[in-house]
């Protein structure tokens, strides 16, 4: 399985991940233009993306979707409560109700908590590899916790940190109050104590996902997930931080 990142944060939001069979997208939150471009600077043809599948309905998730999906037709997964919500015409819709199967590829969602009417994160799995892809929740329901332990790699918000949020004198409190909420962002503290329960042996990389912009810094969430990684004993250095807009590595699981 490879995987890049083609948007990470609050203007965009896009992954690529590729198995021997399949090419999908986990959102398209910027124009469809925009990642049209990016895919060809990896030399990949849009005609051949075969499934997107939708995490929310948030314009930074999902405002690429009709115009990619009417230019390439590939199959769009989401639940209908996202498909309401999102409120556009959109053809070759497959509501999720249960894990999805693409040849190799086993797609499971899990549900996660964000100020929208539904919102999930993705297990994906195939012969060889797994990825646990989760961002834009303000909690990870413990219920989950075996089923997302030990995969070989995890796209995982980091979104802010808490000093700089509640330092930041451009954020309306009730802003900072919803991020900070159960329904709102991980913050890098809280993102950190979850990947020290969650990753093991097998696992291969950690890529610190939608990061704030005015509340983070790359350096500041990967060195607050290293210094609870070390707390914890856990010794584990390969851990990137998403670019915004830039191109992401080629990761391969």
């Known amino acids: 399985m490879k995987f890049i990142i083609l948007a990470s944060g609050s203007k965009g939001n896009c992954t690529y991940i590729e198995t021997k069979t399949k090419k999908i997208l986990i959102d398209i939150g910027t124009t469809s233009l925009h990642i049209e471009k990016k895919l060809r600077e990896y030399a990949i043809d849009p005609h051949m993306i075969d499934a ?31 498909e309401k919500e999102i409120n556009l015409s959109i053809e070759n819709v497959h509501y999720i109700t249960s894990p999805v199967i693409l040849d190799e590829l086993k797609i499971i969602p899990i549900k996660i908590s964000h100020d929208v009417s539904d919102a999930n994160g993705y297990i994906l799995e195939d012969d060889f590899s797994s990825l646990v892809y989760i961002t834009d929740t303000g909690y990870v329901n ?13 796209i995982f918000e980091s979104n802010h940190d808490v000093e700089k949020l509640m330092n930041n004198p451009h954020y309306p409190h009730q802003t900072k109050i919803r991020i900070l909420s159960d329904r709102g962002h991980l913050s890098n503290e809280t993102s950190s104590y979850y990947l020290s329960k969650l990753i093991g042996d097998h696992t291969k990389y950690i890529v610190l996902a939608h990061l704030s912009e005015e509340n983070n810094t790359p350096e500041l969430a990967i060195k607050t997930l290293k210094d609870t990684l070390c707390e914890c004993n856990i010794v584990f250095n ?9 191109l992401s590595e080629v990761f391969e699981v």
Do not use: C, W
């Not at 930074?60 to 990619?68: A, I, K, P, Q």
């Not at 999906?69 to 639940?79: D, F, Q, R």
């Open 52 to 82: 997107i599948f939708i995490t929310h309905a948030h314009t930074d998730h999902v405002s690429g979707l009709r115009v990619f999906s009417k230019k390439y037709s590939p199959s769009i997964y989401m639940t209908e409560k996202m």
């Open 238 to 246: 390969n851990v990137q931080a998403a670019p915004q807009a830039g």
């Open 142 to 154: 413990e219920k989950y916790y075996e089923l997302l332990s030990n995969k070989n790699a995890y």
